[in-house]
T-cell receptor, first 112, second 117 residues
């Protein structure tokens, strides 16, 4: 079956940029998503990118997509302590089921 | 607009007990989903309902049943709880069901934290 992989942990200093990476195997993915989960809460959609794009920018967030390598990244500029959370990459399964396949999540810790 | 709501927020069960997790959405979405979240494993799909009146198995359906009661509500039932079902359960919904051409954002509830002893 298809797979989405992420590294489990990332630590950065406040004010630095964070880059969270994700790889996926489904070559027919149409949309790829980044969700954020704060402690004790559900998942909140941060941003998404359509598969025919290679970059999307939204304020402090930049998403880069390399379809050839099936690699997705999320860059957070000027990382703040409020950005500390788990970040999930997900891709949309092709076909009528429209299911999401999630990575295991990256725990981002922002150090003061 | 409450979005996706789930009850209860926390539950402790003994092995063999049964319970139903409730989920409701007020966004008139067609599709609803149940996931479980375990440490280091991301979210795994248990069951989903692409539209009212239909349900289908996801990646990890064993030990669970679901009911799509109406367009708003999608419940998850554990008939005989096992310690392996200790997890955080999330319900989600999205507006498109089985159609292409949209971002298909899923909206998540706050989760139910279930412990089976």
């Amino acid at each position: 079956g298809e797979d989405v992989e992420q590294s489990l942990f990332l630590s950065v200093r406040e004010g630095d940029s964070s880059v969270i990476n994700c790889t996926y195997t489904d070559s027919s993915s149409t949309y790829l998503y980044w969700y954020k989960q704060e402690p004790g809460a559900g998942l909140q959609l941060l941003t998404y990118i359509f598969s025919n794009m290679d970059m999307k920018q939204d304020q402090r967030l930049t998403v880069l997509l390399n379809k050839k390598d099936k690699h997705l990244s999320l860059r957070i500029a000027d990382t703040q302590t409020g950005d500390s959370a788990i970040y999930f990459c997900a891709d949309l399964t092709s076909g009528s089921a429209r299911q999401l396949t999630f990575g295991s999540g990256t725990q981002l810790t922002v150090l003061p | 607009n409450a979005g996706v709501t789930q009850t209860p927020k926390f539950q402790v069960l003994k092995t063999g007990q049964s319970m139903t997790l409730q989920c409701a959405q007020d966004m008139n979405h067609n599709s609803m989903y149940w996931y479980r979240q375990d440490p280091g494993m991301g979210l795994r799909l248990i069951y989903y309902s692409a539209s009212e009146g239909t349900t289908d198995k996801g990646e990890v359906p064993n030990g669970y049943n679901v009911s799509r009661l109406n367009k708003r509500e999608f419940s998850l039932r554990l008939e005989s709880a096992a310690p392996s079902q200790t997890s955080v359960y999330f319900c989600a919904s999205n507006r498109q069901g089985g159609t292409s051409g949209s971002s298909d954002e899923q909206y998540f509830g706050p989760g139910t934290r279930l412990t089976v002893t």
